[in-house]
C-alpha cells in the first residue's frame, strides 16, 4: 500500500504563489502515475494536475484548464515527491488539495485512483 505525504497549504493574498509537496512511500515503485486533486467547499473534488513517467522521463503531462498556465507539477525522482506550484493564486483556488497515486483508469476521474493523501488546505484572500 502507498502513503501520501502532503504539505505546503496555507493562506495566501491574490497574486501570491504556494508549493505543495506530496512524498510517497511504500509500495511506490508500483507507481507510474501521479496527480493533484482539489475540493473546494460545497463542490465535488475535481481534476487539477497530473504527470507520469516511463524510464525515468516525464511521459505525460496534463492540468485542468482552470489552472493551465499558473500552476506547474513536477516530480524529483530521487526522492519520489511530486510538486504542484501554484503561481497567480486566484480566491476560486481556495480548496483542500489532494494528493494521489496509482491510476487504473482515466486520469480526470477520481474513481480511477487508489490511493489519496489526507489533503492540505489552500486559503486565498480576496
Known amino acids: 500500500q502507498v502513503q501520501l505525504v502532503e504539505s505546503g497549504g496555507g493562506l495566501v493574498q491574490a497574486g501570491g504563489s504556494l508549493r505543495l509537496s506530496c512524498a510517497a512511500s511504500?509500495?511506490?515503485?508500483?507507481?507510474?502515475?501521479m496527480g493533484w486533486f482539489r475540493q473546494a467547499a460545497g463542490k465535488e473534488r475535481e481534476f487539477v494536475a497530473v504527470?507520469?513517467?516511463?524510464?525515468?522521463?516525464?511521459?505525460?503531462?496534463d492540468y485542468a484548464d482552470s489552472v493551465k498556465g499558473r500552476f506547474t507539477i513536477s516530480r524529483d525522482n530521487a526522492k519520489n515527491t511530486v510538486y504542484l506550484q501554484m503561481n497567480s493564486l486566484k480566491p476560486e483556488d481556495t480548496a483542500v488539495y489532494y494528493c494521489?497515486?496509482?491510476?487504473?483508469?482515466?486520469?480526470?476521474?477520481?474513481?480511477?485512483?487508489?490511493?489519496w493523501g489526507q489533503g492540505t488546505q489552500v486559503t486565498v484572500s480576496s
Open positions: 494521489n497515486a496509482d491510476s487504473s483508469g482515466s486520469y480526470y476521474y477520481t474513481t480511477s485512483w487508489a490511493y
Open positions: 511504500g509500495r511506490t515503485f508500483s507507481s507510474d502515475a
Open positions: 504527470i507520469s513517467w516511463s524510464g525515468g522521463r516525464t511521459y505525460y503531462l
